[in-house]
């Protein structure tokens, strides 16, 4: 089973915390992160391309990038999912746009390839969406730390 981290830090602190587990030591505690199974960087990269096309960002880089050659479990979501996820709150919120988590969740859900349980995506995009708003807010990454 895949054990995935999906949080919001500073550089420095996200590469330290990869290596710690890399170490098999415990990790310094981080408050904004999401812990998850089953899920890995092509579920990343899908989702990121079914927000960036429900909030018209279509093209964008979706694909997260390899922080540090030697650190190969850790990932930065790109900074243009980000800015998507960060949008996609913005429209969840008002009613007047066609784009919510709630439908994301279930697109994500029901992608090809996508072994996702339907009722669970609906608070894991939620929560996505949330890290991703406090990364964009405070000038950190938003990574992806996986553990086979």
Do not use: K, N
């Not at 930065?76 to 998507?84: F, K, Q, S, Y």
């Not at 929560?127 to 708003?133: C, M, N, P």
């Amino acid at each position: 089973m895949t054990t995935t981290e999906i949080f919001t830090a500073p550089r420095a602190t996200a590469l330290a915390r990869a290596r710690a587990a890399e170490e098999g030591a415990t990790p310094a505690p981080l408050a904004d992160l999401v812990s998850t199974t089953d899920i890995t960087d092509f579920e990343i990269e899908v989702l990121g391309e079914l927000v960036a096309r429900a909030v018209h960002a279509e093209g964008i880089e979706c694909e997260p990038d390899l922080v540090d050659i030697d650190v190969p479990d850790l990932l930065e979501i790109p900074a243009d999912v980000v800015t998507a996820l960060v949008e996609l709150s913005v429209h969840d919120a008002d009613p007047a746009e066609s784009a919510d988590v709630a439908d994301i969740a279930a697109r994500w859900a029901a992608a090809e390839d996508m072994e996702l349980e339907p009722a669970l995506t609906p608070a894991l995009v939620r929560q996505i969406v949330d890290l991703a708003v406090l990364a964009h807010g405070r000038g950190d990454g938003l990574y992806l730390w996986t553990s086979l």
